[in-house]
């Protein structure tokens, strides 16, 4: 955690310093994953270590390789200004919150809809941070397919976890490329029929990997 925190930190620094004017009122979200394995030998379960701030949410799913049905997970809660932990760090760092629909973080700039982000300096004296939070992690275990799929909100705003995890599942491991752009295209179709037209920025990073019994 010492060294992701570090790292965030470092990129922040970076953008602010190369784009001191645009970072005041303009950032990102960003959401990391680090597939390794533990014992350092290359053989033995792999292990699965995630970072985000903001709500370009990481959802993990796996199933049997005999079947079944997917268990999928949200590795940690998108960083909303409403929510209830940084709804408290914000108010102790002198922020206030608009309650309305998406709940903001107000500041001299206008509002944010997250609460942690790279850029948007302008709201850091009112409470946002790019202080990364580092969910518990994952060990892939063999006999289990698995699933990692890293989207922005433009996806989560309409799909839910479970019904990404099942449109991708519907393609083999080795067409995730095409799996990936099916849900890319369905989370855009959705934006189209519920919001006249207008559409959220939509990213969609996808990883398979099927791990026989005794990985």
Not at 191 to 200: A, F, H, K, L, V
Request: include cysteine; glycine fraction near 10%; proline fraction near 6%.
């Amino acid at each position: 955690p010492v060294a992701v925190s570090a790292a965030f930190h470092e990129v922040a620094g970076k953008i602010k310093k190369a784009y001191p004017k645009e970072t005041r009122a303009s950032g990102t979200t960003a959401s990391v994953a680090f597939l390794d394995c533990p014992s350092g030998s290359g053989k033995g379960p792999l292990r699965l270590r995630a970072a985000f701030v903001g709500d370009s949410s990481i959802v993990y799913g796996r199933r049997s390789v005999e079947g079944g049905a997917w268990q999928v997970r949200q590795l940690g809660v998108d960083h909303k200004p409403d929510r209830e932990d940084e709804l408290q760090r914000i108010s102790a760092a002198g922020g206030e919150v608009w309650r309305g629909d998406p709940p903001r973080l107000l500041c001299s700039v206008g509002g944010l809809a997250m609460s942690r982000s790279l850029g948007d300096f302008a709201a850091a004296e009112c409470g946002l941070t790019c202080e990364p939070e580092v969910p518990q992690e994952v060990i892939l275990e063999g006999g289990f397919e698995h699933m990692l799929l890293i989207c922005s909100d433009g996806v989560w705003d309409f799909i839910e976890p479970v019904t990404a995890v099942r449109l991708a599942a519907r393609f083999p491991p080795q067409s995730a490329q095409v799996a990936a752009e099916k849900l890319a295209v369905k989370a855009q179709s959705r934006w189209q029929e519920n919001e006249s037209g207008m559409i959220d920025d939509i990213t969609v990073c996808m990883v398979r990997i099927v791990l026989g019994k005794g990985t």
